[in-house]
């Protein structure tokens, strides 16, 4: 990494190239792209996920972004740069944000020290806002968060907390439930209208379940790595009573706990070193 780039500034090499939006989707540069009228809708679609709301979700219109416009045909894409779908968002960003990955990940750890400074309900929907682009099967996002702030609100999750979780969480600005909606198929005429989804679910339990927590964490990790993003630190645990905490905070949406995750701006004093990870070869195979 050059000096200029530390400061900020964007050596040409790495600036990003101005790839189509269906070029992303593509085969090699030889043949033709083929992209189906359903794939380009889903660009548009993919824009339109539930809000953080007050006990209710929508679409926001303003959400629609004027660059993915379904312009292209099913056999003739049109990939000229005067086709507003093909402008990329930020062509100022670097291809790989190094800055980036270091705050998400070689920088980000878990904290269970934190500094007295608030966390304001824009950051936290910033937050989720970001989250929520997180992919999810079916579009299906059965994840809810409920930000837990105020000292009373606090002091109600304190009983249901694991012994050594109970300091850092009480010090803590915020402290998300990740939940999951057992009934998140309800949306999916709204979040999936290509086909029936639904249906998928209503009659099979087992397979929303599985697909309600599998989905929900993912999305948990999501926010944890959003709030990175923009610039806070965070403290995932599960140690706690889920029963309790569904009980005293889940009842009335009929929603499950997942995880907590404790948000705010982490104290690195006596932060322990990192913990060893597992090499590639120990965690991975390539086939
Ligand atoms: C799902 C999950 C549950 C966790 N539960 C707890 C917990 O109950 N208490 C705690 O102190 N840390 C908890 N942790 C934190 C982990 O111990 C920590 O992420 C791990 O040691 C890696 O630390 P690092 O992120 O600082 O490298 C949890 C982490 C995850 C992802």
């Known amino acids: 990494m050059t000096g200029q780039e530390k400061g900020g500034t964007l050596s040409p090499d790495r600036v990003i190239r101005s790839y189509p939006v269906a070029s992303l989707h593509a085969g090699p540069e030889s043949e033709p792209p083929k992209i189906s009228r359903p794939k380009i809708s889903r660009i548009a679609w993919l824009t339109g996920r539930l809000t953080a709301g007050q006990g209710h979700c929508?679409?926001?219109?303003?959400?629609?972004?004027?660059?993915?416009?379904?312009?292209?045909?099913p056999s003739q894409p049109d990939n000229s740069p005067d086709n507003p779908a093909n402008a990329l968002l930020h062509p100022e960003l670097p291809a790989l944000d190094e800055r980036l990955a270091t705050s998400l990940f070689r920088d980000g750890r878990s904290f269970d020290r934190w500094k007295p400074l608030p966390v304001s309900d824009e950051t936290l929907r910033t937050v989720y806002d970001l989250a929520r682009l997180g992919p999810t099967s079916g579009n299906s996002c059965p994840a809810r968060f409920v930000f837990i702030r105020h000292p009373?609100?606090?002091?109600?999750?304190?009983?249901?907390?694991?012994?050594?979780?109970?300091?850092?969480t009480m010090q803590a600005p915020v402290t998300v439930i990740v939940a999951h909606d057992p009934l998140f198929y309800d949306r999916l005429p709204h979040l999936?209208?290509?086909?029936?989804?639904?249906?998928?679910?209503?009659?099979?339990?087992?397979?929303?379940?599985?697909?309600a927590?599998?989905?929900?964490?993912?999305?948990?990790a999501y926010l944890l790595l959003a709030a990175r993003a923009v610039g806070l630190d965070a403290g995932p645990m599960s140690g706690?009573?889920?029963?309790?905490?569904?009980a005293a905070f889940l009842m009335p949406q009929g929603w499950r706990s997942e995880f907590l995750i404790n948000l705010g701006y982490g104290d690195p004093e006596d932060l322990p070193?990192?913990?060893?990870?597992?090499?590639?070869?120990e965690a991975c195979e390539i086939l």
Not at 58 to 73: C, G, N, Q, V
Not at 213 to 220: E, F, P
């Open 273 to 281: 070193p990192r913990a060893p990870r597992l090499t590639f070869k």
């Open 152 to 168: 009373e609100a606090k002091q109600k999750l304190r009983p249901a907390l694991s012994s050594g979780n109970v300091e850092k």
């Open 192 to 211: 999936w209208p290509y086909e029936d989804a639904r249906d998928w679910f209503v009659h099979n339990a087992a397979l929303a379940e599985e697909t």
């Open 213 to 220: 927590i599998r989905n929900a964490t993912l999305q948990g």
């Open 240 to 246: 706690f009573d889920r029963a309790k905490v569904d």
């Open 58 to 73: 929508h679409i926001r219109s303003s959400d629609m972004s004027s660059t993915m416009t379904d312009t292209a045909t």
